[in-house]
């Protein structure tokens, strides 16, 4: 059970974005959920995902099995992380070696997996948050994202707003953002998404904007628009938005060509915590009622 009424699939969408859009795609073995609605603390619900070379669905939640892995049509495979995560865990991005990295808010750490779960790298000191808002890292990090040439940018969100650029070694090289609305400025740092130029786009949720800018901090570009924006995704030709008010679709220019969440079917289901995508561009949403949907397209 995962918390989430069982709805019958339905086509959502016109014109180039129609999708097949499954309610509930993601299944669990019997007894299983990804979070448990009354327990106190953050809400536990699905936090995040990303597709593994073979096709195989990562997802990451607030439950007692953390990371769990399914098939392209929603079928189980395997779990992994009990007991390794706090109940706050954020983040997970697989990298272009196929390794798994999860970032805990609750533990203030970014640690790098094999696909197994076996442990390879902790960056941080696990239950040590570094002084709120002085900008060393990690003070309740959010997420991570590579650079073509390998090097991790982390999103140091809740307790710090700074974003932090790591060699590929592991050194700290620099870090960039304070406190405030202006450029460079951060209410919070929520998720990081590197383009395939090398510019990072950052969801700086509670401004209502996303901040995009160079691998060396420069600040580049505000993209508005938005109603708390959590997570982001490069397709192809257009970017993926999630949030507060739904998924939609834009060009590379910034124009709007779909919104799905405030007049469709299953509106409730919209509010997105994390969205990733698939090779063949299907889009799967993490949600804050506790369930993993997706958008096939038609």
């Known amino acids: 059970m995962t918390g989430t009424i069982d709805m019958p ?34 809400p536990r619900t699905t936090v995040k995902g990303a597709v593994a070379a073979n096709g195989d ?18 079928r189980f495979l395997t779990s992994w992380g009990e007991g ?36 390879l790298r902790t960056f941080g000191v696990r239950d040590m948050a570094m002084p709120t808002l002085y900008g060393r890292p990690f003070n309740m ?21 700074r974003v932090h650029c790591f060699s590929t070694t592991g050194e700290l090289k620099h870090s960039w953002g304070e406190p405030g609305t202006g450029p460079g400025q951060f209410a919070l740092v929520h998720f990081i998404t590197a383009s ?25 570009a505000e993209w508005t628009g938005f109603t708390m924006p959590s997570d982001l995704a490069f397709g192809r030709e257009v970017i993926y938005v999630a949030g507060a008010d739904g998924v939609s679709i834009w060009t590379r220019e910034r124009r709007k ?30 949600q804050f009622d506790r369930a993993v949907s997706k958008l096939s397209r038609q």
């Open 141 to 161: 990090p959010t997420g991570v994202a590579f650079s073509s040439t390998g090097e991790m940018f982390v999103s140091d969100g809740y307790g710090n707003r």
């Open 84 to 119: 390794q995560f706090s109940s706050f865990v954020h983040g997970l991005t697989i990298d272009a070696a196929g390794k798994v990295w999860i970032t805990d808010t609750g533990l203030h750490t970014v640690t790098q997996h094999e696909p197994d779960g076996t442990l």
């Open 57 to 74: 669905i990562y997802v990451l939640c607030r439950a007692a099995h953390p990371v769990l892995v399914f098939d392209a049509d929603g």
């Open 257 to 286: 060509l779909a919104q799905f969440g405030r007049d469709e079917p299953f509106a409730g289901a919209f509010n997105v915590h994390g969205i990733w995508l698939d090779a063949e561009e299907n889009i799967y949403l993490a």
């Open 196 to 220: 395939a130029d090398d510019q990072l786009y950052v969801c700086d949720r509670e401004n209502h904007r996303i901040q995009i800018f160079s691998t060396s901090g420069e600040f580049v």
């Open 9 to 42: 699939d339905t086509i959502i969408g016109t014109g180039s974005y129609r999708y097949r859009f499954q309610r509930d795609w993601a299944k669990l073995p019997r007894w299983w959920n990804f979070g448990e609605a009354h327990l106190p603390g953050p």
